[in-house]
């Protein structure tokens, strides 16, 4: 294999999970029918530049289509961070109604909602037709289609440079890296600013987050490794936060090599000398994962065994992806997880990939009043918890798998 950075051989291994469907391919009762498509889910290491890959197996458009289900909106956390992302912005970079917003992945309008109420023009950028339909019913101006080197350039060319770009949780999702990066290096204005969000794999690994390890990930990402690509690629970084979102993120702070104007923060020199300290350039730092990830499935299908024998009723919250790695990776299916609850309503009525387990609305809940409920999405686990404490009059318990077996 080779990097899909700086192309060198590829062959330091961090993680294999075996193998499993698209963390998104929620099947219905036609596919249901039918058979899946598992792909090998395997990560390595570039011991030449860091960066940490999968091995691609399956094309982003197989991944990314017109049934992609992953909504932001059904998240209040995620709501709240983007609400105040967009008031940061405004105020620090002086943005106004001669200002352009341009957002990759724009998903359902989650973000762009906060920057259209402020009658700053705005574009989003989102090639999975579901969500583009639903943030077009916001008025939220959609293109439909992924970015890149192409596209960026028409864009300038129509005149819709950006002041501010926005990249949430989509650096990750992006098989050609480098083509993606230099795109923002084309969109920005000269003295416009680029942001980037996306988990910090110091937190995947300290924390045994091995769970956000799936196929729409090609790239798990270090703040010196992206430094270096942004570099190669016409960005400079000036700033970088530390955020608690997904497990532990990154907020990345860019502008244009040529043309930027912004100083670059203390934060930036600090974070590139933590994560050397910690020995993210070498290879023993990535030895162990593989025996930790093994652990948390151990544990959690002897809590399930357990459970079934003493004939206590589980259920799990939140048909998400990082859920779908758990359960196809530990061999979880209906005899030990009857059913998971989800908000989103284009999820309801589903089945989990792999393990096709029912996906249902929170209604059904109330009727089985399950013994035990395992919180997937463990990131949102608080706002779970908040909109489900209900359980609790039926002596219900929540846990989380991830980082490890936990009853809450």
């Not at 926005?166 to 680029?194: E, Q, R, T, W, Y």
């Not at 979880?332 to 998971?340: E, T, W």
Request: charged share 20%; proline share 5%; hydrophobic share 40%.
């Amino acid at each position: 294999m080779k990097c899909r950075h700086c192309n060198a051989d590829v062959s330091l291994p961090l993680m294999n999970l075996g193998s499993a469907p698209p963390s998104n391919a929620y099947l219905t009762k036609i596919t249901m029918r039918r058979p899946e498509k598992w792909f090998p889910l395997k990560v390595l290491v570039c011991e030449s530049c860091w960066l940490v890959q999968a091995e691609a197996y399956s094309r982003a458009a197989e991944l990314f289509n017109e049934e992609y289900a992953y909504f932001s909106s059904f998240s209040d956390i995620w709501l709240t961070h983007a609400k105040e992302y967009v008031s940061k912005m405004v105020e620090r970079f002086g943005l106004n109604q001669n200002s352009h917003v341009l957002e990759v992945a724009a998903n359902d309008g989650y973000l762009l909602q906060y920057v259209k109420a402020l009658n700053i023009p705005c574009t989003g950028i989102e090639p999975t037709g579901s969500t583009a339909t639903a943030a077009r019913a916001k008025g939220i101006n959609i293109i439909e289609d992924f970015f890149n080197v192409g596209l960026a350039q028409k864009l300038v060319d129509d005149g819709k440079a950006a002041d501010l770009t926005v990249a949430n949780n989509v650096l990750a999702h992006v098989p050609d890296i480098n083509d993606f990066v230099k795109s923002f290096s084309i969109i920005l204005k000269p003295h416009g600013v680029a942001t980037f969000e996306f988990p910090h794999v110091m937190q995947l690994i300290e924390q045994n987050q091995f769970d956000t390890i799936y196929h729409e990930h090609f790239s798990y990402l270090s703040f010196s490794t992206v430094v270096n690509i942004f570099d190669t690629n016409g960005l400079s970084v000036f700033d970088v936060e530390e955020l608690p979102t997904h497990g532990g993120s990154l907020r990345v702070f860019a502008q244009r090599k040529d043309t930027g104007i912004n100083p670059a923060s203390k934060d930036v020199a600090d974070l590139i000398e933590e994560e050397a300290s910690t020995g993210m350039k070498t290879t023993a730092y990535y030895t162990g994962f593989q025996k930790n990830a093994e652990k948390v499935k151990d544990d959690l299908l002897s809590f399930l065994l357990t459970a079934k024998k003493e004939n206590k009723a589980v259920a799990a919250y939140g048909a998400a992806a990082k859920g779908n790695t758990l359960m196809n990776y530990a061999g979880i299916r209906p005899d030990l997880i009857k059913f998971v609850i989800d908000r989103n309503p284009a999820k309801q009525g589903k089945w989990m990939p792999g393990s096709r387990i029912p996906i249902v609305e929170e209604s059904i809940l109330k009727i089985e009043k399950p013994d035990y409920i395992v919180i997937l999405p463990w990131n949102i686990k608080s706002e779970v918890i908040n909109q489900l404490e209900y359980i609790r009059q039926w002596d219900g318990k929540f846990l989380i798998a991830v980082p490890k077996l936990e009853i809450l």
